[in-house]
């Protein structure tokens, strides 16, 4: 989920609890924004059902988190948390409130299994997304996607991790990386081996040519995306922090590069664009340097 800033009211009889819990969230460094969103609307609930007093009963609460009949378990799993934690909240100041418990959802099982690629793997898939062309709808493409992938492998960063960096963010003088509101908001520096370095100094006035329309709403150069969204145009400057369309889009568009390299199109065979993390982390570094270039 998108970690979005939250700037709307809250209007139940709890709704001004609602807003010192969500600062307080805030206060000890919490992003907290998806989960006002959820909290908002489960204020604008409260109002629907004509709560009165400052309390949390549980017929109401319970209500609000049955599960949707299209809504996923991680999904429910995030309302409940979210209830769950401004329950416990209420009941620390003294208020009655019903606190439901995490067994209300049904168990996540996370299929994911990290897949350590080879080095033949990895240069099959590095050759695959170089024979990449241009196409109407993604005319970056063949500029962006070599240095998408070898940014995932040679630094080991996360695929919302270069998807959102900005020019600013890329000093290729001296061979620094910075990555801003990174997982638990915090910022790094990254430095790219130096076969990486090289590579990045050969495209990147190619890449700053390729925009057009770089100013939109008065935006300086520096802020335009650094890797873009070589699949819709229109999406080319996000800011920090909009994490879900350009990984959405980067996923859906992933196993085509797979199957270009060899692979059968069979979910259980691809290998999942989360895989380079894991093989980064194992990987040594004169042959991860060797194999970026």
């Known amino acids: 989920m998108s970690s979005r800033e939250f700037k709307g009211r809250f209007r139940s009889p709890v709704g ?9 969230k805030q206060a000890c460094g919490y992003r907290y924004g998806e989960e006002a969103h959820l909290l908002a609307r489960f204020d604008r609930f409260l109002c629907d059902e004509a709560l009165s007093q400052c ?4 017929s109401i609460s319970r ?10 378990v991680s999904t429910h799993h995030h309302r409940i948390c979210a209830v769950r934690q401004f329950a416990m909240y209420m009941c620390r ?10 067994s209300l959802a049904a168990k996540r099982a996370d299929s994911f ?3 350590i690629l080879t080095h033949a793997e990895i240069q099959q898939l590095f050759h695959a997304v170089d024979q990449l062309t241009p196409t109407a709808r993604a005319p970056l493409r063949h500029i962006i996607m070599p240095e998408v992938f070898r940014l995932l492998y040679g630094c080991g960063l996360r695929l919302g991790e270069v998807l959102h960096l900005r020019v600013a963010d890329v000093d290729l003088d001296r061979g620094v990386l910075t990555v801003l509101e990174a997982k638990f908001g915090k910022d790094r520096l990254v430095p790219p081996a130096l076969p990486l370095v090289q590579r990045l100094q050969i495209v990147h006035p190619m890449r700053t040519s390729s925009h057009r329309r770089p100013a939109a709403r008065g935006a300086s150069q520096q802020s335009i995306g650094y890797t873009g969204n070589c699949y819709s145009g229109a999406q080319s400057r996000m800011p920090v922090g909009a994490r879900g369309r350009a990984s959405t889009i980067f996923v859906t568009r992933w196993p085509s590069i797979p199957c270009c390299a060899g692979y059968a199109r069979v979910p259980t ?25």
Do not use: N
């Open 16 to 24: 001004s609890l609602m807003e010192q819990f969500v600062h307080e």
């Open 55 to 58: 309390e949390l009963p549980r």
């Open 63 to 72: 209500k609000w988190l049955a599960k949707q009949t299209h809504e996923s």
């Open 93 to 102: 100041l003294g208020y009655t409130a019903d606190v439901p418990d995490r």
């Open 113 to 115: 299994s990290p897949r």
């Open 269 to 293: 065979s691809l290998p999942s664009c989360r895989c380079w993390r894991p093989t980064w982390a194992i990987s040594l570094w004169p042959e991860r340097s060797a194999i970026c270039i």
